[in-house]
T-cell receptor
Framework: QQPVQSPQAVILREGEDAVINCSSSKALYSVHWYRQKHGEAPVFLMILLKGGEQKGHEKISASFNEKKQQSSLYLTASQLSYSGTYFCGTLGGGSNYKLTFGKGTLLTVNP | DAGVIQSPRHEVTEMGQEVTLRCKPISGHNSLFWYRQTMMRGLELLIYFNNNVPIDDSGMPEDRFSAKMPNASFSTLKIQPSEPRDSAVYFC???????????FGPGTRLLVL
């Protein structure tokens, strides 16, 4: 099942902070975060694994609550380059390693 | 290192024609994924391969779609016959291993008239 992302869109001024949430109705093994700029391919930001391990971007932080099956992406002191659509992809574990992506959160950072 | 390579980058065709999209994964990666992205449906996984073997094709819309991976460095997604509703951006992605980071290619923008 597709994870639910919130908010759908957010507009910030440069330097402001934002939080993007991702929740699933099923147990998760890992959550993957990607950013896509208009007309480009999704670019990997971070993986959060069950058990607390994280791999990814140094300037972006995220959390993964296994019990609540939720993840949040924290963008602090936003820059113009942060603009884009953020997707979370969830992996349910087992032997099937297919990611299911949310519909995305459109982030716009204005000067 | 070269990333995931896809060709063509753009394709315009007429309804009923056969379309073949191509993908070269990152060398050494053993998983390959085909996605379709539209405004209405978002990013959908069509099929994925592990060690050249199709693992999950439950996202393939219908029999008009087929995918092959004859070797570790090449995969194709074929649509025959194509329909206007197939118009979308098709991405190929590869990863080093199961559940690892997926690296996306630049995509093929397909327009079926």
């Amino acid at each position: 099942q597709q994870p639910v992302q919130s908010p759908q869109a957010v507009i910030l001024r440069e330097g402001e902070d934002a939080v993007i949430n991702c929740s699933s109705s099923k147990a998760l093994y890992s959550v993957h975060w990607y950013r896509q700029k208009h007309g480009e391919a999704p670019v990997f930001l971070m993986i959060l694994l069950k058990g607390g391990e994280q791999k990814g971007h140094e300037k972006i932080s995220a959390s993964f609550n296994e019990k609540k099956q939720q993840s949040s992406l924290y963008l602090t002191a936003s820059q113009l380059s942060y603009s884009g659509t953020y997707f979370c992809g969830t992996l349910g574990g087992g032997s099937n390693y297919k990611l299911t992506f949310g519909k995305g959160t459109l982030l716009t950072v204005n000067p | 290192d070269a990333g995931v390579i896809q060709s063509p980058r753009h394709e315009v065709t007429e309804m009923g024609q056969e379309v073949t999209l191509r993908c070269k994964p990152i060398s050494g990666h053993n998983s390959l994924f085909w996605y379709r992205q539209t405004m209405m449906r978002g990013l959908e996984l069509l099929i994925y391969f592990n060690n050249n073997v199709p693992i999950d094709d439950s996202g393939m819309p219908e029999d008009r779609f087929s995918a092959k991976m004859p070797n570790a460095s090449f995969s194709t997604l074929k649509i025959q016959p194509s329909e206007p509703r197939d118009s979308a951006v098709y991405f190929c992605a590869s990863s080093l291993g199961d559940g690892e980071t997926q690296y996306f290619g630049p995509g093929t923008r397909l327009l079926v008239l």
